[in-house]
């Protein structure tokens, strides 16, 4: 019988989704239909079943063998209830399971372990993430896994390794497929912050290079993605450890090891989070940094022009005034003597500037 802590598994719904819809929920208009299938894990090794109806689990049950059940696509919710009522479920479990999308949560019970993650990826665009979520229940003989939108076969590579690897009793283990199924969605995140970092090494660079408004766009795409991702691990910093602390029945001394290499997982994606953070904040500096140059840049240039005429505008100015008395007014070589002066004089200006170095860009890339 379960006796959870009130409100421990109240459904926790996010106000939206951490990412984008997944295509397949885009492809049926809506959530993607609901399919489920089991794996029995027999005398004679792991086999695949199909389940068309509730009798087909009351059928497994009927088995006394480990049976981990696969819902994949959570279109329809109650259809779902009603087929798991057979494996003996208790209803208080399965909302946090089933309506999406929930906050990411490991809540320990006395026979039941429940787990709900988001599995995220990318877009044809790095810079649009997309996620779908996922749910895990561990109790007694029972492992249940909610997929809201599945790639493909579900689990495929922890499937083919089990159906080629069932005879051997340490892999059927229920409590280690937990662990390997969030690890699975857990080591999913190292591709797509490698993937951010090699793309804001190269934004940092282009910042340096020639700074454009697109650039601050893109760093603030990605610096919004890394915040979406940050938020899915910061909760499972303490859960996971708590879960260690409370030493659930339900998990193996293998399972137990395992979880606390996950947790040094966690905080490792938690960190690389923090250091793509600050780079998203490097960029936005360089960007200042670059246009406050290439500003000061235009000053400069602006400033030796105005440095150039101001000289030969004083020249132009004396002999603009038309006295009576003025000597150099009725020289016959009077224009050509005040044009060779304003040319000596900007040839002297432009020679002592460039001794002084300024006509260095010190916006070029070096």
Request: charged share 20%; with cysteine; glycine share 6%.
């Amino acid at each position: 019988m379960l006796r959870p802590t009130p409100g421990a598994l109240t459904s926790r719904r996010l106000e939206e989704r951490p990412a984008n819809l997944p295509t397949e929920l885009y492809v049926h208009g809506g959530r993607q239909p609901s399919q489920l299938s089991a794996m029995v894990f027999g005398p004679s090794g792991a086999e695949l079943r199909a389940v068309h109806t509730a009798h087909d689990l009351h059928q497994l049950k009927g088995l006394g063998v480990p049976v981990w059940l696969r819902v994949e696509g959570l279109a329809h919710p109650d259809r779902i209830m009603a087929q798991l009522e057979g494996l003996g479920i208790p209803p208080l479990l399965l909302p946090p399971l089933l309506e999406v999308p929930q906050r990411p949560r490991v809540d320990s019970l006395d026979h039941a372990l429940l787990v709900v993650l988001h599995r995220l990826g990318t877009a044809r665009d790095p810079a649009h993430l997309i996620s779908s979520q996922v749910g895990l229940l561990l109790m007694p003989n029972l492992l249940v896994s909610f997929e809201e939108a599945s790639q493909g076969e579900s689990f495929a590579e922890i499937t083919g390794w089990l159906r080629s690897n069932g005879s051997a009793v340490d892999q059927r283990d229920l409590d280690d497929i937990l662990h390997y199924l969030i690890d699975d969605v857990l080591d999913g995140l190292f591709p797509i912050l490698e993937q951010m970092a090699n793309r804001l090494d190269e934004l940092e660079e282009a910042a340096l290079r020639r700074a454009k408004p697109r650039l601050l766009t893109l760093a603030f795409q990605h610096r919004s993605n890394v915040r979406r991702i940050r938020h899915q691990i910061w909760p499972l910093r303490h859960q996971i450890r708590r879960l260690l602390r409370q030493r659930q029945q339900l998990l193996g001394p293998d399972a137990l090891a395992g979880f606390s290499d996950m947790a040094e997982q966690v905080e490792l994606l938690f960190e690389n989070c923090e250091l793509l953070r600050h780079q998203c904040d490097g960029i936005s500096q360089a960007y200042a940094a670059t246009v406050s140059n290439r500003m000061n840049q235009v000053m400069k240039t602006l400033t030796i022009i105005t440095s150039i005429f101001a000289p030969l505008t004083v020249i132009g100015g004396i002999y603009g005034m038309n006295f009576d008395h003025m000597p150099e007014l009725h020289w016959r070589y009077g224009y050509a003597y005040a044009l060779l002066m304003m040319v000596l004089v900007a040839a002297l200006q432009v020679w002592l500037l460039q001794r002084r170095g300024w006509f260095q860009d010190w916006t070029a890339p070096r």
